[in-house]
């Protein structure tokens, strides 16, 4: 068996390169940028005010001046005239700079009499309340560069520059079957001896909150050919889960369909609780690679490898080069008796007091238990070793992402 960063080295060894593609400005939310963005235009694209009120020449500006209005100018509109001196311009907010002008005085600051203004302030600053054109960005300049994540305010960004038909990552394919005689869908009463399958809906829900287009492929019973033709069309897409048949029983069938449809086992067992039986392999072709995972068929078991191996997977197919799961330190509010010769990934529930965090392992009765699973936030880490945790230690802590 090898260890937890052993089988993270080897998947990632195996990983294909991202690839790009194109999606619309309205659906880019969550996508990676696949190359530089550059601005198409000038913005702002004129000298604009920034206020509402009278453009003027600074040196005009003092208490009780007045000041002759040559003429209105709107938001949208363009001035007719230029700013002389002891004339002025009203402007609205967004509205080009008249030519002569080089300072704006608030409304607030002003009087009207007629066609003229009268001016309530000592003095104003040349570039008061102006902004200069291309302040903010300017054509041709870089504005988001590859790899950016894309989240609403960056959608606003790239509507500003044009960018309409947006480069970035195609997120991959993934397809999940869930393997075993005793499953049924979740429409369906269980009778003697079944259960509802409950792996699938949770694998598909992870993949695609990690940013995989995933599909379910539905239940694989445990007989070889039906197996294999499920199997075949998972094979289709970039990555392939499958949950359950990966231990050592008799109708653990996985590994073997696997071998006949040409997938290269890369590791099989590891030094991990709960999640020993985890089976990586991949396809490769000429132009493609596809990371097929078998899961073990527990949920807790399944979630926890999700998290350790197949999330980074997707993360970086889809360009993203951040951490999946965030750890942490927290400290421990009761004992904990870890026991075993493997690292363990325990739920519990993390909590934060005054600016101290807090973890506390859950009544955990083992790998089928979905009940307490939907009650943990968060994975506590104990090292392998027979070993008592007391309250208040301080130990590693993953994030469970919401």
């Known amino acids: 068996m090898i ?11 195996r990983l ?12 880019a939310v969550g996508y990676v940028l696949a190359e530089d963005v550059q601005s198409d235009i000038d913005s702002p694209p004129y000298d604009k005010s920034l206020v509402d009120g009278y453009a003027v020449i600074a040196d005009d500006v003092q208490r009780n001046v007045v000041l002759d209005v040559l003429e ?16 002025a311009i009203q402007i609205m907010t967004g509205a080009p700079l008249p030519q002569g002008a080089n300072a704006v005085v608030m409304i607030e600051q002003t009087s009207r009499d007629g066609q003229k203004v009268i001016i309530h302030q000592d003095a104003i600053q040349p570039e008061a309340n102006v902004m200069r054109q291309a302040t903010s960005l300017s054509q ?29 990552y195609q997120p991959p394919k993934l ?7 005793e499953l049924v869908q979740a429409t369906t009463t269980p009778h003697g001896g079944q259960i509802r399958n409950s792996n699938g809906p949770l694998l598909q829900a992870l993949a695609t909150s990690f940013g995989a287009e995933a599909q379910s492929l539905g239940i694989g019973i445990d007989d070889f050919q039906t197996l294999s033709d499920l199997v075949a069309t998972g094979l289709e ?17 996985v590994p073997a369909v696997l071998e006949q449809h040409g997938v290269e086992q890369v590791f099989h067992k590891l030094k991990l609780k709960p999640g020993k ?47 999946c799961l965030r750890e942490t330190t927290a400290c421990l509010t009761t004992d904990f008796q870890q026991r075993g010769d493997r690292p363990t990934y325990f739920p519990a529930q993390l909590t934060e007091r005054n600016g101290n965090r807090y973890v ?20 506590a880490f104990f090292e392998a070793g027979n070993q008592l945790y007391p309250n208040g230690e301080e130990i590693s802590v993953f994030e469970i992402p919401s």
């Open 237 to 253: 897409s970039d990555i392939l889960i499958l949950s359950g048949g990966v231990s050592a029983g008799v109708k653990d069938l």
């Open 3 to 13: 260890s937890v960063d052993q089988a993270l080295t080897k998947i990632m060894a």
């Open 140 to 168: 041709g300049e870089i504005i988001l560069s590859k790899g950016t994540l894309i989240r609403p305010i960056e959608v606003g960004i790239l509507a500003e520059i044009g960018c309409t038909n947006v480069p970035v």
């Open 360 to 379: 506390t392992p859950l009544a955990w009765k083992g790998s089928a238990d979905q009940r307490t699973l939907s009650e943990a936030n968060a994975l």
């Open 175 to 181: 397809a999940v079957i869930s393997t075993g005689d």
């Open 16 to 27: 294909p390169e991202c690839r790009p593609t194109h999606c619309t400005l309205s659906n």
């Open 72 to 87: 209105e100018v709107l938001a949208g509109q363009t001035p007719t005239k230029i700013v002389r001196t002891k004339t």
């Open 277 to 323: 039986p985890l089976w990586f392999g991949v396809l490769s072709s000429a132009d493609r690679q596809i990371m097929v995972f078998g899961l073990p068929g527990n949920p807790v078991s399944s979630l926890v490898c999700f998290l350790l191996f197949v999330a980074p997977v997707i993360f970086r197919m889809t360009g993203k080069h951040s951490e």
